[in-house]
């Protein structure tokens, strides 16, 4: 497709399972973010990459947290021992470069719900 | 370190009427300034941007947005809602130097009356 493409659409877990949220983003996009939204709240950094490697991760909150992408295209998070609090929509987002004219294209989110 | 306040949680006018939605931001710089839009079931859209110049900056679907330094403020303005203006509205300021991560606001819901 044309645009960022993020799956699943909705996750339902339960505290302590694993999860794996995908994106993919625009072809020939080599920035990509990843940002969690909760209720009622604007989108919050997690993590940004520039081509494979992870150019800043300073807002993933804990070790639980952790995001791949080994291509440079499509990206994975990663969350570990899911709680309550994690629950929230989480959205990527790509970039034709880093810092350029600073438009990020994003995907309609990932809703993850932990039960 | 940037942020961005957006005082307005919701703002309700009627069809036709003006609009303005407040941001403040914090930074230490010039920033680089964004409104972004997200209507329910679809992805954030970017509106407009400021990065230099006019302070007085265009964007898509009649919106406009003043950079006012002096104040930290980047308002977004319409003259005429329509209808399908409702929807969640973000304000984000990113860095000028380096690596280009934007920070957002808490949004301002739009609901516009027939």
């Known amino acids: 497709g044309a645009g960022v493409s993020q799956t699943p659409s909705n996750k339902v877990t339960e505290k302590g399972k694993y999860v794996e949220l995908r994106c993919d983003p625009i072809?020939?996009?080599?920035?990509l973010y990843w940002y969690r939204q909760s209720l009622g709240q604007g989108p919050e950094f997690l993590i940004y990459f520039q081509g494979t490697g992870a150019a800043d991760d300073s807002g993933l909150p804990n070790d639980r947290f952790f995001a791949v992408r080994p291509e440079g295209s499509v990206s994975t998070l990663k969350i570990q021992r899911t709680e309550r609090g994690d629950s929230a929509v989480y959205l990527c987002?790509?970039?034709?470069?880093?810092?350029?004219?600073?438009?990020?294209?994003f995907g309609e989110g990932s809703r993850l719900t932990v039960l | 370190a940037q942020s961005v306040t957006q005082p307005d949680i919701h703002i309700t006018v009627s069809e036709g009427a003006s609009l303005e939605l407040r941001c403040n931001y914090s930074?230490?710089?010039?920033?680089?300034l964004f409104w972004y839009v997200q209507s329910p079931g679809q992805g954030l859209q970017l509106l407009l941007k400021y990065f230099s110049g006019d302070t007085l900056v265009q964007g898509i679907k009649g919106f406009e947005a003043e950079f006012k330094r002096s104040q930290s403020s980047f308002n977004l303005r319409k003259p005429s809602v329509h209808w399908s203006d409702a929807a969640e509205y973000f304000c984000a300021v990113g860095s000028s130097g380096g690596s280009y991560i934007p920070t957002f606001g808490r949004g301002t819901s739009l609901i516009v009356h027939p």
């Open positions: 072809s020939g996009h080599t920035a």
């Open positions: 987002a790509s970039s034709l470069l880093a810092a350029d004219t600073g438009e990020l294209f």
């Open positions: 930074y230490g710089a010039t920033p680089y």
